[in-house]
T-cell receptor, first 116, second 108 residues
Framework: GAGVSQSPSNKVTEKGKDVELRCDPISGHTALYWYRQSLGQGLEFLIYFQGNSAPDKSGLPSDRFSAERTGGSVSTLTIQRTQQEDSAVYLCASSAGTSGGPNEQFFGPGTRLTVL | LAKTTQPISMDSYEGQEVNITCSHNNIATNDYITWYQQFPSQGPRFIIQ???TKVTNEVASLFIPADRKSSTLSLPRVSLSDTAVYYC?????????FGAGTTVTVRA
């Protein structure tokens, strides 16, 4: 079956512009995660969805970042008034959301964001 | 989140066994140990997960001593395609902390 998909694969924008990044999780996965990875670094947790609700937004770096998930499926990460330090690869993952320890997270290919 | 410590890098040769040890001294009772692999320009991929003793699957083994303060990922007979970054993660639910990981380079 299809894996996690993300679009666009690459995005170049100018400082101050808004961008929207999209994630299509694996069908049936109730949990969805957004991460950010800067060059040569580990992954930085941004936000976690269970269904359409986001019980943990603690990783969002500032109020310029927001995310939503509709219909328990597609999620959009929006960055307003982009800054150069927002340049990174944004990764989305989904999992079955079952209990009993950490679920296996299935990652998408990421969106590479470059802010000029 | 329990803090983990793992080597920054390791070199190996094709056909050898690679063992990566991760320290997690403040692991909590409910925490599991999970390893992910990441190739360049790709998202991480789940390798293996365990709670105690030994877990084995088709690609790796995970050894966890009784005190659970460390764990060792064992990759048998590595090939060039196993060159990647390997992350050790400790947690009990959705929030896993991916640190810098261990860069494993396999040479011919």
């Amino acid at each position: 079956g299809a894996g996690v998909s993300q679009s666009p694969s690459n995005k170049v924008t100018e400082k101050g512009k808004d961008v929207e990044l999209r994630c299509d999780p694996i069908s049936g996965h109730t949990a969805l995660y957004w991460y950010r990875q800067s060059l040569g670094q580990g992954l930085e947790f941004l936000i976690y969805f269970q269904g359409n609700s986001a019980p943990d937004k603690s990783g969002l770096p500032s109020d310029r970042f927001s995310a939503e998930r509709t219909g328990g499926s597609v999620s959009t990460l929006t960055i307003q008034r982009t800054q150069q330090e927002d340049s990174a690869v944004y990764l989305c993952a989904s999992s079955a959301g079952t209990s009993g320890g950490p679920n296996e997270q299935f990652f998408g290919p990421g969106t590479r964001l470059t802010v000029l | 989140l329990a803090k983990t410590t793992q080597p920054i890098s390791m070199d190996s040769y094709e056909g050898q066994e690679v063992n990566i040890t991760c320290s997690h001294n403040n692991i909590a009772t409910n925490d599991y140990i999970t390893w992910y692999q990441q190739f360049p320009s790709q998202g991480p991929r789940f390798i293996i997960q365990g709670y105690k003793t030994k877990v084995t699957n088709e690609v790796a083994s995970l050894f966890i001593p009784a005190d659970r303060k460390s764990s060792t990922l064992s990759l048998p007979r590595v090939s060039l395609s196993d060159t990647a970054v390997y992350y050790c993660l400790v947690g009990d639910d959705y929030k896993l902390s991916f640190g810098a990981g261990t860069t494993v380079t396999v040479r011919a």
